[in-house]
């Protein structure tokens, strides 16, 4: 497996389409999740918007300060998924969301790259100070779950979210 996180730049503008192109066709099919909501919350198509909403440096308007990375695979250059990193949490992710919200596009996932994908997360909140590293899913989102637990995570409770859907809290730590 020969990925790297990295972070998106006009290189990666052709690539990044269709990759988002094929999350939104299966989200529409299949209804599936958009985590990581931070990749579907512009247009990708106006890339300069786009690469500039990316990251929120300072917090505002809500909103914490995050990091988004994509995943690539350097053997196929293709992005293979992205993850948000949140620097730090408010009281709202402290319930859901968490440090890190990762997606695998469709066409690769029960592969390995996300628990490969969290894995390279983690070192990057290592490298912001955090130590300890809050995981959310949905209850029924077994693969999910997986991939944070073979990266250490523990699972502390269960809640529902305001969607009425049961959410477990994972913490990892570094």
Request: aromatic share 6%.
């Amino acid at each position: 497996m020969n990925v790297k996180l990295i972070k998106l730049t006009k290189e990666y503008e052709a690539r990044l389409g269709e990759m988002i192109e094929e999350w939104q066709a299966d989200q529409e099919r299949n209804h599936t999740d958009r985590s990581p909501r931070a990749i579907f919350r512009n247009d990708y198509r106006d890339f300069d918007a786009y690469l500039a909403d990316l990251d929120h440096a300072a917090a505002m308007d809500g909103w914490v300060p995050d990091s988004v990375f994509f995943l690539l695979d350097e053997d196929r250059d293709r992005l293979l998924g992205a993850v948000n990193i949140r620097h730090c949490l408010n009281d709202a992710l402290m319930v859901t969301g968490g440090h890190i919200g990762d997606g695998i596009r469709p066409t690769e996932r029960r592969k390995g790259y996300g628990t490969e994908l969290v894995r390279l997360a983690l070192l990057e909140c290592k490298k912001l100070g955090i130590d300890r590293v809050l995981m959310t899913c949905d209850r029924n989102n077994i693969a999910s779950a997986k991939t944070i637990v073979k990266n250490g995570g523990v699972l502390e409770n269960e809640g529902v979210n305001d969607e009425g859907i049961v959410e477990q809290r994972y913490w990892i730590t570094l």
